[in-house]
């Protein structure tokens, strides 16, 4: 994240939370380690770098775990929450700098990880964000 404060807002982490069920989904199956794993990197990644609450008082970066789960409860396509993601990436590219970046993708690594290794579909999840990001980052156009 940057060094210097800026408020994120609670939609970056809804999104997030999008972003790492299409991974955990992109074999049609969400294991519960990778429900485990997701709330394992937020308490030791996500919390500590944004302290920040909402009105309710929840933890800003619990946003992920919630919209993860109603993914879950909705029985959204990894490829519907994968959209999601990318819509508010591309709206929104200044919110992830590099720093930010490499923590998304570690995160997702993780999960995709946490259940027997990365399997085919994850690792095509994987190379799909990784490409996305590469995309902004290069500042050439999709090709999509």
């Given at each position: ?10 939609e970056f982490y809804s999104n997030l939370g999008f972003l790492f069920y299409s ?122």
């Amino acid at each position: 994240m940057k060094t210097e404060r800026i408020h994120i807002p609670q939609e970056f982490y809804s999104n997030l939370g999008f972003l790492f069920y299409s991974v955990a989904a992109s074999d049609r199956h969400v294991a519960p380690a990778e429900t485990e794993r997701l709330r394992a990197e937020m308490k030791a990644h996500w919390i500590p770098l944004e302290p920040a609450h909402d009105d309710l008082g929840t933890v800003l970066a619990e946003y992920m775990d919630i919209s993860f789960d109603y993914a879950v409860g909705e029985g959204m396509s990894a490829h519907e929450a994968f959209d999601r993601f990318k819509e508010y990436y591309e709206s929104e590219p200044d919110t992830f700098d590099a720093s930010t970046k490499a923590l998304v993708l570690r995160t997702a690594r993780a999960i995709a990880a946490s259940r027997s290794g990365i399997n085919k579909s994850e690792h095509g999840a994987l190379t799909q964000l990784m490409l996305l990001f590469r995309e902004r980052t290069d500042g050439y156009p999709s090709t999509r």
